[in-house]
């Protein structure tokens, strides 16, 4: 795969991982609570993080292809973005931010784990029969 095809992906990823961590901090939890507008600001959340991740990838190559990397900068970007973006809507001014990053960090790492897992081809599969 070549690079520009690798920076979409992780792109993607890092957009669908902070969508979703927000929308599911927004409502506490509760998924059946979910409307436009959370989807909206969640969206919102996405494509700032998503974008920076565009620009953190024109400088660095080899950084972001540690799935620890990601996870911490999906934390930060996460972070950072939901704080500026709206009030919390628990706990204090931080707390959901902090709890989204924490969230799209996790998202980031069981992705990476098992999107970026390499096919086994030697017959020691862990699904072998």
């Excluded at 292809?65 to 950072?80: D, E, G, R, W």
Aim: charged residues 15%.
């Amino acid at each position: 795969m070549n690079w520009s095809n690798r920076k979409t992906k992780f792109s993607a990823r890092v957009y669908v991982m902070t969508t979703l961590s927000c929308m599911f901090n927004m409502v506490m939890g509760n998924m059946l609570l979910i409307s436009t507008k959370h989807f909206i600001i969640a969206s919102k959340v996405g494509l700032v993080c998503a974008g920076g991740f565009a620009l953190v990838s024109l400088t660095t190559s080899k950084l972001i292809q540690s799935k620890y990397f990601l996870a911490t900068y999906v934390f930060a970007a996460t972070a950072v973005v939901d704080f500026f973006t709206h009030k919390s809507h628990f706990g204090n001014d931080y707390a959901e931010a902090f709890a989204t990053g924490l969230c799209a960090a996790l998202l980031s790492l069981i992705g990476s784990f098992i999107l970026d897992r390499k096919p086994q081809l030697d017959g020691h599969s862990i699904f072998k029969r």
